[in-house]
């Protein structure tokens, strides 16, 4: 494996945004998720919780609300405006005003044909969802005080609102209020009680979470009350309502995902009542967003996380389906690294900034800095559009990066401590954005370092290798050579410098070596593929995020997720299902002789916890960024104050 | 050798009531509760134990009130015998022999003739493993059944109680294993497991305590050993099972009770604290702290109106369901040590121990029934572990008990050892022992013994304590100094000392002439007269650890035991070495009643127990291997009634009772064969025949009746309980017109209490006289003094009768005469009308 010097850089403020809001589409197995700068996620529960897409955010967005409808998504915001989504080009297909005030909630009937937003002003607005847009079609009758939660009996004809010290019904037809049901907090008259959550349930029962801390459960004909569950002494943000309308999860200020059943008290008999069982705590922040699948309790919030709780009385124990999942970093590399120069360029929303690396000379096991890592450019974005990505070369003189709108490229001239950064003028900008046969976005892009090849991966699992070199020639995009499709998506793409393979590791943690000269696979590849990944490799959770190359061994494969970075050695032999996978303590402690014997291909190295990125510089030293949790934690604000015994 | 065949060890007085969880009866009068060998019946209303359900031969491990007939109750026992009792008149109605020692028993209405048991899973007592066994229970008449049907419903479960539980409607059983929960459903022969981790990482400890379930919906209730409470639910799903954890006791949760609507769930634990969810609204609770003792059992009565918690200092709580504490049953506290010895107050004849911190407890052991707690230390005590504080090691009585001696010490460090010693006094008014001196730092050293002289004329003037400092002191009663000074107080009178040795033991003769005291090997005899040291005796090696004169007949013989396990006897006339024999003793004791010495001897593990004569070469009575462990109290008890039994091996036994304390802390004593006889003889009489419950106005009519029926019966009876009323005219006219002749109530009314009053006909000087008289009479005839204090006093006096009778008759005509006149002659009255 070798030894490496190591710059562990942990100075890269990188800081995810607080999940607003979220919404399920169960055809589609995807996820959208709604962050704190308007950015949308969107993951795919199918393939292992991927996340495959993401539409940048803009400073002016303030997402409150996502709804998906047929594969279409919804989003509406405190700027008064509904706005779906591209989800092939990843950006706003059009937005609509509806002219309430700010928007609370947005909720979409189960026919689909219409769409119900909750306003500032006290409306509730119905829009008709049209092939291509949606169009407004009329108001509800209008209350005293904003709606800020929605949700629809799933025949359609009625539908519940949330407001404040009360809950209404509406007749969808007509539009006229059936009843009222305050839900006032009796023993401190004079306070608000905000009904942040409700959920109208088939069989006439409307669910109801408010910031009194309490989970009600009314009947809607009569509008009594049926039952009350206090369950916090803070707020009850959200409510999720599980397909089969058995089990209600409730999100809370303290952290805690409560979840209530409808049991049967005696066995054998129908009379179902809503009893609190569970309570998840995975948060240390407001719960802000909750989805209940078929399997999993997934809740997101003020912490950033995103946790998928699998529910153990619906999936198999002790398999990888039922393992607790916390998603904390995006699945793509936000550090970029000029390999010959020694820079770090670190993408943040709205800017950019460019890091020297520092220094140290002398030996041993802990180097101590004798230079600094040093700032030298903090490269702001113009606009309120979010940055997509970005990139530095690897002689350090070029930066580039993209908004929604727009690519802008800067030339650096570094010269002893004097900096000069120019912008250069695109002069032709083919855009070209999927390939033929698919219209899903290319989220992957990968340069061989000679600047022959480029392969390109989108989002279907497609992995196309364009031949650059023709390019000068002609300008136009040469398609080399298509690889097979593999079922799961692409994480991370690179074609090797010397050998010229193509290396893909995919969202299953699958690994391909593919030769661009046979076009075909290496024969490495089949036989991984021929004895398979060690099982325990296959447990890991995080995908992997970049793949490098040692010049100096060309045998050594450089993989990193946020847990591990590990190395391949392609000329030793695959490790057995029953072998140990860690095993590099223990080959330190046997004979070498036998140490030949015991070694295999895979060398995982855990020293580091929550990656962000490693490269490997043209020195042979690694660059390893780092990003403690602590030190996101530390940024978060203070959760709310609970009592704990002892204390 | 004497045999011991019908000399048995027994728990009898002062046993645990909080072993097993009590039963409430229906109406929540009554409650019952396994106490050692009997199941004690107890009144809700007045604390008061009404009687014992005696019968089973060995500890009781189970009571439960009858399914099918809400007047009976089961016990069973480690005996091997489940017993059906009628609790209400204490009669045993059947016996079923099991055959294997039973450690629990479950009943359900819906299990008709089938109890549950636990036995041992193998016959070898010290089994681990334990399985649930249905019995199905013979129906036939006789006393003495064999159940013979067994079978197994579960296998390897926990022997304690409280681990298995029946669902509803006796559906299902549900029983915990440390951390399993198995559900057994009779109807479909299936049984379901749900599994928990031993520990997750938050520090959770995740072993079941207990258990219980819902009585009208399917929920289980489990405790853990955390303090989590988890409510399962959906459990005849393999998987879809579900539960919520509560989480308020921060230690172990030791019982959980629905309330029969299934409305409340109670929980206790170490807290003390008795703590009450409301079911489906479990953020609301109510709590009931300072309960006094961490909480060992919930019970509920059947109709929800009472709680009851057992404690672990052997009290049990009667709550009203309004979380309201309405009664306190308390037994011998017992804490993990006793650091006084037990003793006997001479005056209530109670047995006195430590009991609460700082307490002395006197108790009854004739009644099982703490007396009082007496304050020695009268210092706050503060519930923390860790503190240093005062603490009573020592307490004497004297001989008449008018005075008490107490020890209380506190060490903070070896070298500032706090002692006091004070002295109580009897007094009549209070009827309590008041403090009369204190004498702080009496000693330098820790005080090794504290001795009375036995003076029978009853005014004791003197204590002798001995130290570690090397002294011992003789105190004196004396009177004061100032002569403004309300009362007599104590102070150091002499003292004495051997050769520098540290004394270790005292003893005073019988007649309190001598004084001995154990210098290490030497005994110095003492007169306390003069203080002359009279003579000195000594076996070396080892030092003496027990001295004990002989009594009565023997109180010439001194007994030392010494640690280099030699038991020697001096003859004081001789001053010479009567006899030696090689034996452990660790605690020599000396019955006050009669010559009998007993010593605990330590074998090989376990006590032996020899009671001798010392001047007789032979035991009277030996016991091998008592129980296990070293004896180091023990007391013999005055009898009330003195036993007349004539077995060689059971004489020793029939001046005193002796108990002793294992050191496990179970208070155990020696049972006689025709005690016990007569026991269960006793306890297997009808009490009532009637069927019709006793109450005043019962007594009133019903008697009346019999009156009716056969007069001459009535006049045949020696002693009439209940005074007839003089006028039952009245109550005749008022329950035999129809109600719409009757006149109004009121009229009716003043007419019926008068008809109750004791007409008195003659002035007082009669009744004067008549006092005289029977206090004469009490001089002569000794043996009917409890009878007469029950009999009412004749209101028709023939007058002039006693007077012209009284010269001429002998003592049997006057004694003849008297008991005729103390008859009831009202029926005559009503013939003569």
Known sequence: ?647 | MVEHGDVRVVHKGGSKINFREPALSTDSRFLLCASGESVKVFSTATEECLHALQGHTDLITGVLLRPSNHLQAYSCSLDGTVRLWDFTDGILIRTYSIGYPIYGIYASAKHEGVIFIITPMHTDTNSELFQLVAVHLPQCGEQLVEAKELSAVLSNISSNPAASAFGREGQYIVSAKPLQLEVYFFKKHKSYSFFLKKDNQKGGKNTFTCITCHPTEDCIASGHEDGKIRLWRNFNHRKEYTYSTLHWHHSAVSSLRFTPEGTNLLSGGVESVLVQWRYNQESQRDFLPRLGGAITHISVSPDGALFCTSHSDNKITIIQSCVKVSAVIQGLVKGDRIRTDLMIEPRSKALVLNGKPGHLQFYSLQRDKLLYNLDIVQQEYIHESGLEQFEVVMAAFDASGSWLATVEERKQKAPELELNLKLWAFDDQKQSFVLNTTISAPHEGRITALCFPHVSDGQTTMLVSTSRDGHFKAWQLAAPAHTEDEGPSWSCDFLGAYHSLVPECCCFSADSSLLAVGFQEVVTVWTPASWELLTTLSQPPGAVRDLCFGRLSCSKYLLGATTSRLLCCWNLLTCSLEWVTSMDVSLLLADPLSENMAAFCFEAGSTDLFVFKPGEPRPLFSHKALCSGRVTHAVFVPREVMLESCDEASQWLNCSHLYFLTQSMDLLTFITKAEEDKLTASSKQLVVSDDVAMTPFHLLLGKHRDQLENPQAESRLSVEPIRQPSSSAGINELLQMPAHVLPSASFLCSMFVQSLLISVNKPSEQNKEKEEEMESEKEEEDSDGEMESRISRPEHMPSGESGCAAPALTKEEVRELRRLKKLDHSWMKGLLD
């Open chain 1, 1 to 647: 494996m070798g030894e490496f010097v190591v710059h562990r850089v942990r100075f890269f403020d990188y800081m995810p945004s607080a999940i607003r809001a979220m919404a399920f589409n169960g055809s589609t197995q995807r996820l959208a998720v709604a962050r704190g700068d308007g950015a949308v996620e969107i993951f795919n529960f199918a393939d292992n919780y991927f996340q495959e897409k993401v539409i940048p955010g803009r400073s002016d967005r303030a997402i409150e609300a996502l709804c998906w409808v047929r594969g279409r998504l919804f989003s509406a915001g405190l700027s008064g405006e509904i706005i779906e989504y591209d989800l092939e080009k990843l950006r706003p297909r059009y937005s609509v005003e509806a002219y309430g005030g700010p928007i609370w909630t947005i909720s979409s009937n189960s026919q689909e044909t219409l769409l119900g937003v909750g306003c500032e002003d006290g409306t509730v607005k119905m829009f008709e969802i049209l092939e291509e847009r949606i169009q407004f079609q009329r108001n509800l009758d209008r209350q005293k005080g904003r709606i800020i939660s929605l949700s629809w009996h799933p025949s359609g004809a009625q539908i519940a609102a949330g407001m404040i010290d009360m809950i209404r019904i509406f007749d969808a037809e007509t539009g006229k209020s059936t009843l009222k049901r305050s839900s006032q907090n009796r023993t401190a008259p004079k306070t608000h009680v905000v009904v942040w959550s409700v959920a109208f349930l088939s069989n006439d029962t409307v669910i109801s979470g408010d910031s009194a801390g309490k989970v009600q459960i009314w009947d809607a004909v009569t509008g009594t009350l049926i039952r009350n569950h206090l369950i916090t002494k803070w707020d009850v943000l959200g409510l999720a309502v599980s397909q089969d309308e058995s089990s209600v999860i409730a999100g809370t200020s303290e952290g805690t995902v409560v979840q209530f059943q409808a049991l049967a008290s005696t066995m054998g008999q129908e009379n179902n009542q809503w009893v609190r069982t569970r309570t998840f705590k995975n948060h240390t922040h407001d719960v802000r967003a909750l989805v209940h699948t078929d399997t999993a309790v997934v809740s997101g919030g003020m912490d950033t996380q995103l946790v998928v709780r699998p529910l153990l009385d619906k999936v198999e124990k002790n398999t990888q389906e039922s393992a607790l999942r916390k998603i904390l970093f995006p699945h793509k590399s936000l550090v970029c690294c000029a390999r010959k120069a020694g820079l770090l360029l670190f993408q943040f929303p709205d800017h950019l900034e460019l890091w020297r690396l520092g220094e140290s000379r002398q030996a041993g096991d802990r180097l101590p800095v004798m230079k600094n890592p040093e700032k030298l450019i903090q490269l702001q974005n113009k606009g309120e559009d979010h940055i997509c990505c970005s990139a530095v070369s690897p002689c350090g003189s070029w930066v580039a990066f993209s908004t929604v709108s727009s690519v802008r490229l800067y030339k650096l001239q570094l010269s002893n401590g004097n900096i000069s950064i120019k912008k250069m003028l695109l002069r032709a900008f083919s855009a070209f954005l999927s390939f033929p046969g698919s219209s899903q976005p290319i989220h992957l892009l990968s340069a061989s370092e000679n600047g022959n090849w480029l392969a390109a991966a989108n989002t279907d699992g497609q992995i196309h290798v364009f031949n650059l070199h023709k390019l000068k020639v002609s300008s136009y995009l040469f398609l080399h050579c298509t690889l097979p499709v593999y079922s799961s998506c692409p994480t991370a793409i690179a074609i090797h410098p010397t050998t010229g393979h193509l290396l893909s590791a995919h969202a299953d943690q699958q690994i391909f070596e593919f030769s661009l000269k046979l076009k075909e696979y290496t024969a490495w590849s089949r036989s991984l593929q021929r004895e398979g990944l060690h099982p325990l490799w296959l447990q890991r959770d995080t995908p992997i995020t970049h793949i490098a190359f040692n010049r100096n061994k060309p045998a050594h494969v450089f993989l990193h997720d946020a847990f591990m970075f590990c190395i391949i050695d392609q000329s030793l032999p695959l490790p057995q299902a029953r072998k140990k996978l860690y095993n590099q303590m223990d080959l330190k402690t046997i004979s070498p002789q036998k140490r030949m014997q015991e070694s295999h291909a895979f060398k995982i190295c855990k020293m580091f916890q929550h990656l962000l990125s490693i490269h490997l510089l043209d020195d042979s030293s690694l660059v390893v960024v780092e990003r403690p949790l602590a030190d996101i934690v530390s940024q978060l604000p203070p959760p709310v104050r609970q009592k704990k015994f002892a204390t």
